[in-house]
């Protein structure tokens, strides 16, 4: 199918096209309108449009003087917003039929942060219900099929993002990231995508010091995710974990691509029960690369052996929060997952939570510990490559069974009890031509530095040049 030049560009490229005048947020506009009429038939990434709203957006902004604008300004570059993020006047469903029709009234905190920046919110894109899983599919809207082979899962939950920047429908796509809902959808989708340290991007949540749910940026290049979070990160008086400090520039941080001296590479991080074979090799290969560039590389990790149970008692007691005051009048139309994960919150003991709390925070300083000695963790962002899209998740890989739906997830679900940044990029392809990604793991509260360090490794290893794609 036809692949518009405009589609083509990088973010970084696009917004400085954007600002020379050579073309108009409402010629890129277009552009993304007709790649998504190409090929969302085929992945179903976009599942709510609101093209009349940005094209309104895009003239506004074009009557603004340009002296207006400060730095990292993002000049009218469309964007997508997940499906559980409000844009006002924007239908919002968290991909439940209990919010089927539901309109939001006012924008999301980041949605207008980004919309200041200069960005337009072109459309939403599809996850599992509440955020719930690494499949993206739900009763309203359906599966999310990955660009590089429909049959497969995009993974989840930020899947419809993923699906659609690697689709090329746009160029940025916003996410959130739990137990790994923005680097399990990049690695099986072959984009990148940032979960920040708490706080980086303000949340209002309904308990605010919550250190597991983050919001981030995803895209298809380092630089590019760096570009929109110089427009996402900031202080917000309502988020008690944002940042006040003037933060630097991340883009010029992506720019000056900075190899690091010492780094840690871990193929499962002493806990997955199983690796698939081709990601370990995946994760040989960039170690070997890294040795013969210079880099020390040395076959370690931190002690994460109580970092999974934890993490699930911690993510139960969020859900009493989020799901709990559904159950009595929508249980018939929850998925039976969403169920499982509230009614195991509400039969948690106050004990087992502060115990948890506690042991997080050992995991906390065990880690900083750690990077004290390394500049960085690399590790898969998933045990396996992308699967089948039919399945809800994969009970076992390679004759192994995990424990739970969540059971495949440990390798992100145990960097997130960390609070270090992690970056999600591209790793590598398997033998048929399924992508394979990475999580790069920083020092705490070390974005600066995890952004110089994945543009060096993005660099040596190559792979962000194959998007986007046409659904095949």
């Not at 309108?33 to 038939?41: L, V």
């Not at 739970?404 to 940044?421: F, K, N, Q, R, S």
């Not at 792979?463 to 046409?470: G, L, N, S, V, Y």
Request: net charge neutral.
């Amino acid at each position: 199918m036809a692949m518009h030049e405009f589609i083509k560009w990088t973010a970084t490229e696009a917004v400085a096209r954007l600002e020379s005048g050579e073309v108009s947020p409402l010629d890129l506009i277009d552009a993304a309108e007709a790649r998504i009429a190409a090929t969302n038939p085929q992945i179903n990434a976009m599942v709510t449009l609101c093209f009349g709203r940005a094209r309104t957006q895009a003239q506004r902004l074009m009557r603004q003087p340009r002296s207006d604008r400060a730095p990292g300004f993002l000049h009218g570059l469309p964007i997508a917003v997940k499906d559980n993020t409000d844009v006002e006047g924007v239908r919002c469903t968290s991909g439940s039929r209990v919010y089927e029709h539901r309109i939001a009234p006012a924008s999301d905190p980041v949605v207008r942060r980004l919309e200041a920046r200069g960005a337009i919110v072109i459309g939403k894109t599809n996850l599992p219900e509440f955020a719930a899983g690494g499949n993206t599919f739900n009763d309203v809207f359906g599966a999310t099929r990955n660009p590089w082979d429909v049959r497969m899962s995009a993974s989840g939950s930020s899947g419809g993002s993923a699906a659609a920047l690697a689709a090329g429908q746009v160029w940025l796509a916003t996410g959130n990231d739990f137990g790994g809902s923005i680097r399990t959808p990049a690695a099986f989708c072959s984009v990148s995508g940032l979960r920040p340290s708490p706080g980086m991007v303000a949340r209002i949540q309904k308990q605010p010091f919550n250190p597991l749910s983050v919001e981030g940026p995803m895209a298809r290049t380092v630089a590019d995710v760096a570009l929109m979070f110089d427009a996402e990160a900031g202080f917000d008086a309502r988020d008690p974990l944002s940042p006040r400090a003037p933060l630097p520039s991340y883009a010029q941080c992506a720019a000056r691509a900075q190899k690091p001296l010492r780094v840690a590479v871990s193929a499962d991080l002493g806990i997955a029960p199983v690796v698939d074979r081709e990601v370990r090799a995946a994760i040989a290969a960039i170690g070997e690369k890294l040795a013969a560039d210079g880099v020390v590389v040395e076959q370690t990790h931190p002690d994460l052996n109580d970092a999974a149970r934890n993490f699930l008692t911690l993510r139960g007691a969020v859900y009493i929060a989020r799901i709990a005051p559904l159950l009595a009048q929508h249980r018939d139309v929850l998925k039976p997952e969403v169920v499982e994960n509230a009614e195991f919150g509400l039969r948690l003991k106050l004990a087992e939570v502060v115990a948890a709390e506690i042991a997080q925070g050992e995991i906390i300083r065990r880690a900083a510990a750690f990077f004290e000695q390394y500049d960085a963790l690399i590790c898969p962002a998933a045990l396996c490559p992308p699967f089948d899209v039919t399945w809800r998740y994969p009970e076992r890989w390679a004759g192994v069974a995990f424990d739970g739906y969540m059971g495949w997830l440990v390798l992100t679900c145990a960097i997130t009890m960390t609070a270090c940044p992690v970056m999600a990029m591209p790793g590598g392809f398997t033998q048929g031509g399924l992508p394979l990604g990475l999580q790069v793991i920083g020092k705490p509260r070390g974005e600066a530095a995890l952004f110089g360090h994945a543009a060096y490794l993005e660099q040596l290893l190559d792979f962000a040049r194959r998007t986007p794609i046409d659904p095949r």
